[in-house]
T-cell receptor, first 111, second 113 residues
């Protein structure tokens, strides 16, 4: 059974700090790795998508990396802001177009 | 307008009732998915459809059925709702041609009493 694990489950940081969210997955057969953001009571919004041939992607203050050999991805958030408070989900897309979701990291940025 | 819409957004029903959750998309994607989200368990796949004539069971299909009425519409039914089906339900779409990210609806919060 494929598993996607996210650590930590919850994180609280003061505004302005840089932080790293971790994602690990079993089975190196991967098509892409995505990071989503979910706000309470709302759907998921795609943040970054890393194809299996890529090592990292950047968007503004966000940087995501992918290491297929070790089965790991990280999401780096620079200069965190209260508006970054949300749950962040790591999603692995397998080669058969199946999507495997992590349980998420709940981030709180304290003003 | 949102690309992926779900109706209703919230629903309270009683044990044993039949209910239907509907999903519509304007992205022109061929693939559609239904997930449920429970606290601490993440999203789990219920059913998915790769085109109008293709329906596949996901990880937790028992107690659910689906209908792909058209490329743009994918409905999830609970034939006889039970309390442990209380959850947040998400519809999503993706495009085989580009195999890019999934796009999610806003979710339907279901409470079964």
């Amino acid at each position: 059974k494929q598993e996607v694990t996210q650590i930590p489950a919850a994180l609280s940081v003061p505004e302005g700090e840089n932080l790293v969210l971790n994602c690990s997955f079993t089975d190196s057969a991967i098509y892409n790795l995505q990071w989503f953001r979910q706000d309470p009571g709302k759907g998921l919004t795609s943040l970054l998508l890393i194809q299996s041939s890529q090592r990292e992607q950047t968007s503004g203050r966000l940087n995501a990396s992918l290491d297929k050999s070790s089965g790991r991805s990280t999401l780096y958030i620079a200069a965190s802001q209260p508006g970054d408070s949300a749950t962040y989900l790591c999603v692995k897309q397998g080669t058969g177009n199946q999507f495997y979701f992590g349980t998420g990291t709940s981030l709180t940025v304290i003003p | 307008d949102a690309d992926v819409t779900q109706t209703p957004r919230n629903r309270i029903t009683k044990t044993g009732k039949r209910i239907m959750l509907e999903c519509s998309q304007t992205k022109g994607h061929d693939r559609m998915y239904w997930y449920r989200q429970d606290p601490g368990l993440g999203l789990r796949l219920i059913y998915y459809s790769f085109d109008v004539k293709d329906i596949n069971k996901g990880e937790i299909s028992d107690g659910y059925s689906v209908s792909r009425q058209a490329q743009a519409k994918f409905s999830l039914s609970l034939e006889s709702a039970i309390p442990n089906q209380t959850a947040l339900y998400f519809c999503a779409t993706s495009d085989f041609a580009t195999q890019e990210t999934q796009y999610f609806g806003p979710g339907t919060r279901l409470l079964v009493l």
